[in-house]
């Protein structure tokens, strides 16, 4: 399979873009879930129990002690309804996008899009997806974050109880820093992903096919993990908090800023890179799984569908 041909998605047909990345995603976040959930608990147990985080294993060791082993899946259905049609949504628009900033002229070896207009096309294919899909993030937080867990009996229940008592407002909460997140994700993975493949095959340093998949997704999931800790640090703060009945709003936090100057005055600037580990730990095999199942389903699937 010729990785140059498939990154462009130029032979793949355009609902076939869709359906891919929904299975492909879907399939990285069932593998990957309990690494995200420790990830959340990190980053949620200063403002759910007054104390500093007990640390990646600590955190994973307290959960199976106290909780169980199902607990490790907490969110499992929002969180594949999630991927299911954010990944769709990311995948399906990214080739459109590309083409519209590159004159509608197909993706060749010859004639490569400029990087910057991935990176655009990236961020804005993110965005949009994620602005969209923002109520099953926030049930999915709400559910694996341990105070609200046993409120929840199920993604319909939650969907249901959140629109009673917080209103639209309340499903969509964390919208800014959860489209912010997925634009600096997006632009990140796809457009990096796109040139280290396009880098190590120029070299010849590996052959192609899986092993370029696996370094090329290694590589754009550390950046990108970087770059967007902070912003999902704030963000599972503001969709994890309670929200105040008389006023609407949450206990702890107004605003994305207002999260952000807080933590900073309480813990540091390094606090917004708290569950970074575990977070690259989770990206890291999420896009090796979902870029190799996507580079198989786009070459296999497409010849017979």
């Known amino acids: 399979m010729s990785s140059y041909q498939s990154i462009g998605f130029s032979t793949v047909k355009r609902w076939h873009l869709?359906?891919?990345?929904?299975?492909?995603?879907?399939?990285g976040?069932?593998?990957?879930?309990?690494?995200?959930?420790?990830?959340?608990?990190?980053?949620?147990?200063?403002?759910?129990?007054?104390?500093?985080?007990r640390g990646m294993i600590g955190t994973f060791l307290y959960m199976l002690k106290t909780e169980g082993v199902m607990s490790l899946y907490a969110g499992l259905s929002p969180a594949v309804l999630r991927q299911f049609l954010y990944g769709g949504l990311r995948t399906g628009l990214y080739e459109p996008l590309k083409e519209m900033l590159n004159g509608s002229k197909k993706e060749t070896i010859n004639d490569k899009l400029s990087f910057w207009k991935k990176v655009i096309a990236g961020g804005l294919a993110g965005a949009i997806s994620a602005g969209i899909c923002t109520p099953t993030?926030?049930?999915?937080?709400?559910?694996q974050a341990g105070c609200f867990s046993k409120k929840y009996d199920s993604t319909l229940g939650a969907f249901l109880t959140i629109i009673r008592e917080e209103g639209l407002r309340g499903?969509?909460?964390?919208?800014?820093?959860t489209s912010q997140r997925a634009a600096i994700i997006a632009c990140t993975e796809l457009s990096i992903y796109d040139e280290s493949k396009h880098w190590i095959l120029k070299k010849r340093w590996i052959r192609d096919g899986f092993p370029t998949?696996?370094?090329?997704?290694?590589?754009?999931?550390?950046?990108?993990?970087?770059?967007?800790?902070?912003?999902?640090?704030?963000?599972?703060?503001?969709?994890?908090?309670p929200i105040?009945?008389?006023t609407g709003r949450g206990i702890y936090y107004k605003s994305s800023y207002d999260c952000f100057k807080k933590t900073i005055?309480?813990?540091?600037?390094?606090?917004?890179?708290?569950?970074?580990?575990?977070?690259?730990?989770?990206?890291?095999?999420?896009?090796?799984?979902?870029?190799?199942?996507?580079?198989?389903?786009?070459?296999?699937?497409?010849?017979?569908?």
Request: glycine fraction near 6%.
């Open 244 to 246: 105040d009945s008389n």
């Open 29 to 53: 976040e069932i593998v990957t879930l309990p690494i995200d959930v420790v990830k959340v608990r990190m980053q949620t147990d200063i403002m759910l129990m007054g104390s500093s985080s």
């Open 213 to 241: 998949h696996f370094v090329a997704s290694l590589i754009c999931g550390l950046v990108a993990t970087f770059l967007a800790s902070p912003i999902d640090y704030i963000k599972t703060n503001l969709q994890a908090q």
């Open 137 to 143: 993030d926030v049930i999915k937080i709400r559910m």
């Open 18 to 27: 869709f359906l891919w990345g929904s299975i492909a995603t879907c399939i």
């Open 265 to 305: 005055q309480k813990e540091g600037v390094f606090a917004l890179w708290r569950g970074v580990v575990p977070h690259y730990l989770r990206r890291g095999p999420h896009l090796v799984v979902t870029f190799s199942v996507l580079e198989q389903l786009r070459y296999y699937g497409d010849k017979y569908l």
């Open 171 to 177: 499903i969509y909460k964390g919208t800014i820093p």
